[in-house]
């Protein structure tokens, strides 16, 4: 007599690769929380109970503890590292963005991470994208483009006032006293990044009007070779 062929449950490499996989799960879910442990604590210490957001205060805090004045660039930078989108706010997800890219999760890791982040900021490819940002992160009301005169000087000294001092300071200087312009928008702004990295400058050698440059950016020529 033929024997009946057994049905086979499944066999215990089966269920041990199963427990195994969901074990790694649960692992996997509790080293992510575990890795955001300390940077939500810490996040949590400025953030503002009721709406649970680090605001203007809150990171006016974080400077004094960082040693550092809120109008300093590095806070700047580090908005930038956290891609963070609006002025004067941090959101939870912005900060564990920006502190896991900075790989510091405590003040202190901050503190010693801030002058590899400003060489960071400095290097050709990012920093066009930190001024650009900049910008970007002063368009503080629903669908502004421009922003005024003044801050636009301050922000030039703040942004790119180290790297080329001499034509920001004649640039700014013009921005005050001339009265064509009462707002800069992001093409010139751009358009002034371009100009300080490939016009030869105090004397303009280079400088062809025909081409693509911004309008301000000619009479600013003109106003510097009539001085």
Same mark, same amino acid.
């Given at each position: 007599m033929r024997r009946t062929p057994t049905k086979k449950?499944?066999?215990?490499?089966? &269920? !041990? &690769?199963?427990?195994? %996989?969901?074990?790694q799960f649960r692992s996997g879910g509790r080293t992510a929380t575990k890795e955001f442990e300390f940077i939500? =604590?810490?996040?949590?210490?400025? %953030?503002?109970?009721?709406?649970g957001i680090i605001d203007p205060e809150g990171i006016e805090h974080l400077c004094s503890d960082l040693e550092i004045d809120h109008t300093d660039v590095r806070i700047l930078m580090l908005a930038w590292k956290m891609q963070s989108e609006k002025q004067g706010y941090f959101t939870l997800e912005e900060w564990r963005r920006? @502190?896991? %890219?900075?790989?510091? /999760?405590?003040?202190?890791?901050?503190?010693?991470a801030l002058p590899d982040l400003e060489k960071e900021v400095q290097r050709p &490819?990012?920093?066009?994208?930190?001024?650009?940002?900049? @910008?970007?992160?002063?368009?503080?009301?629903?669908? =502004?483009?421009?922003? $005024?005169?003044?801050s636009i000087c301050q922000l030039l000294e703040l942004v790119l006032g180290s790297v080329f001092?001499? *034509?920001?300071?004649?640039?700014?200087?013009?921005?005050?006293? =001339? !009265? /064509?312009?009462?707002?800069?928008?992001? $093409? *010139?702004?751009?358009?002034?990044?371009?100009f300080?990295?490939?016009?030869? @400058?105090?004397? @303009?050698?280079?400088?062809?009007?025909?081409?693509?440059?911004?309008?301000?950016?000619d009479n600013f020529v003109e106003w510097m070779r009539s001085k």
């Open positions: 449950g499944p066999s215990n490499s089966t &269920s !041990s &690769s199963n427990s195994s %996989a969901i074990d939500d =604590q810490l996040y949590h210490s400025y %953030a503002k109970n009721s709406s920006g @502190f896991k %890219a900075l790989r510091v /999760d405590t003040l202190n890791k901050l503190k010693k &490819s990012n920093h066009v994208n930190f001024y650009s940002y900049a @910008f970007q992160y002063c368009l503080t009301e629903e669908k =502004q483009k421009t922003i $005024d005169i003044e001092p001499r *034509q920001v300071d004649s640039f700014v200087q013009y921005l005050r006293i =001339q !009265s /064509d312009y009462k707002v800069i928008n992001m $093409d *010139q702004w751009m358009g002034f990044y371009r300080c990295n490939e016009i030869s @400058f105090p004397d @303009f050698g280079n400088y062809d009007a025909e081409l693509a440059w911004p309008l301000i950016l």
